[in-house]
């Protein structure tokens, strides 16, 4: 049945893009943005054109996390031009207005603010769009899962069982908008000892992997806690640009090869 004939709004193509990629989270915290943005620099070292949008309005990371911050230029027709760092090209909430004050916006500001991110920024002839999802499965979320045709989503989470019944709510609804699922990514899954490299399982080794069983979806990987990870999203350059070839790199490299 055709989508308007259901009343389901028609999905568009976002401008200059070819494919578009989610990645979400059931809760905040759980090192969504993280994983965005070295997926995207570790897409680009695979040979692709890469962008980063940042759907997360009331809480933007993605200024930090790439060392960027300014208000955007205008394009001729209006367009928001994508601020550039690391050959990535990224758009953000946190460039158009300070978080402070978007918490006290009403919905319809919200969703104008999220209709010009989706449909009114320059991107430059991109294979790959990124979009860092706002955590849970609010109105920017489903909005976004029924207005934009995407090529799938990952869902990050963390070992801890309250974030892994609540990735469950994301899985329910990309399948309602039948966006395909990529894979679940589990962060901070073990912890590796800077001085020995001996791995730990904090919060236990198979939960991630069970819950994927369960739901028939890909785990894609694993990544480490540890702080180089952390110590590089406050220095503004993801650990994916700075120690490429370490160890706690290779995952979000394999992850990418993987979505590929
Ligand atoms: P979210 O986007 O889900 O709110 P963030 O990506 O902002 O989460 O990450 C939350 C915090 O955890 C940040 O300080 C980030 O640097 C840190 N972090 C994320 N992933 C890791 C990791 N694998 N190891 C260590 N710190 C991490």
């Known amino acids: 049945v055709p989508r308007m004939s259901r009343g389901l709004p028609i999905k568009k193509k976002i401008p200059g893009v ?22 995207a620099v570790a897409l680009q070292s695979l040979g692709k054109n890469v962008g980063l949008l940042d759907a ?7 200024p930090k996390l790439f060392g960027l911050s300014g208000e955007p230029r205008i394009s001729d027709d209006g367009k928001l031009i994508p601020l550039m760092n690391y050959g990535i090209e990224t758009m953000s909430m946190g460039y158009l207005i300070s978080p402070e004050n978007a918490v006290v916006w009403r919905g319809l500001m919200v969703m104008k603010a999220l209709q010009q991110l989706l449909f009114e920024v320059q991107w430059n002839n991109l294979d790959y769009l990124v979009v860092d999802m706002p955590p849970g499965t609010g109105d920017t979320q489903l909005t976004i899962s029924q207005q934009i045709k995407v090529d799938g989503a990952l869902i990050v989470t963390t070992p801890q069982d ?3 019944i609540d990735a469950v709510k994301g899985i329910t609804m990309f399948n309602k908008v039948n966006i395909p ?6 962060n901070m899954s073990h912890y590796i000892c800077p001085n020995c490299n ?13 819950e994927a069983e369960k739901h028939n ?3 894609l990987g694993s990544i480490p806690l540890n702080e180089i990870i ?7 350059k993801p650990v994916m640009l700075s120690h490429p070839d370490s160890a706690v790199s290779s995952p979000y490299l ?3 090869k993987r979505i590929l």
């Open 230 to 236: 952390c110590s590089q999203s406050d220095e503004g």
């Open 18 to 39: 070819d494919k578009v990629l989610l990645v979400s989270s059931a809760k905040g915290g759980v090192g969504k943005s993280t994983v965005s943005s070295n997926i």
């Open 198 to 210: 001996h791995e730990s399982f904090i919060f236990g080794s198979d939960g991630a992997r069970k």
């Open 217 to 219: 979806i890909p785990l």
């Open 254 to 256: 394999n992850i990418s």
């Open 181 to 186: 699922i990529l894979g679940l990514i589990q």
């Open 56 to 62: 997360d309005l009331f809480g933007p990371s993605i």
């Open 162 to 164: 309250i974030a892994l």
